[in-house]
């Protein structure tokens, strides 16, 4: 017995190569962790919207103020406002369903004393290139 250790020890044998099942409960354990990151639950998708493209009567500099006053014409919430210009703004109105969010556009246009134009804004968005900082690109 001394011998066959002897012998496996210069060959390079570990008890996993004489023990097939050890090596399999190894390369579990090994792989456990990657498997249950895999199996995690995706996150949340954001709730249902509309983006629409609206022009106003009078000129906001704040974006905040903005998206407070369109959110009370509109009787819904708002996320990612962004100006186009003084007059142009886009967000995206925040509804349960796409019937509702018809509702809070059509509700938003008849705003006239706030809004001169508000239509779905069906331009497509091209994402920006990812550029490295200096540094790394170099």
């Not at 819904?76 to 925040?94: C, H, K, M, Q, Y």
């Amino acid at each position: 017995m001394l011998q066959q250790r002897e012998i496996e020890q210069t060959r390079g044998v570990t008890a996993s190569h004489r023990n097939p099942f050890a090596a399999a409960l190894l390369g579990a354990a090994i792989l456990a962790p990657t498997l249950m990151a895999c199996a995690q639950q995706p996150p949340p998708a954001p709730p249902p919207g509309i983006r629409v493209r609206v022009a106003t009567l009078a000129e906001w500099d704040d974006l905040g103020a903005f998206s407070r006053r369109a959110a009370q014409a509109c009787g819904t919430a708002v996320r990612d406002a962004a100006g186009i210009s003084p007059r142009g703004f886009t967000l995206t109105l925040i509804c349960a369903d796409t019937a509702a969010c018809e509702r809070a556009l059509t509700q938003l246009a008849r705003a006239t004393d706030f809004v001169s134009e508000a239509v779905p804004d069906r331009r497509m968005t091209i994402p920006r290139p990812i550029v490295p900082n200096a540094p790394q690109a170099r």
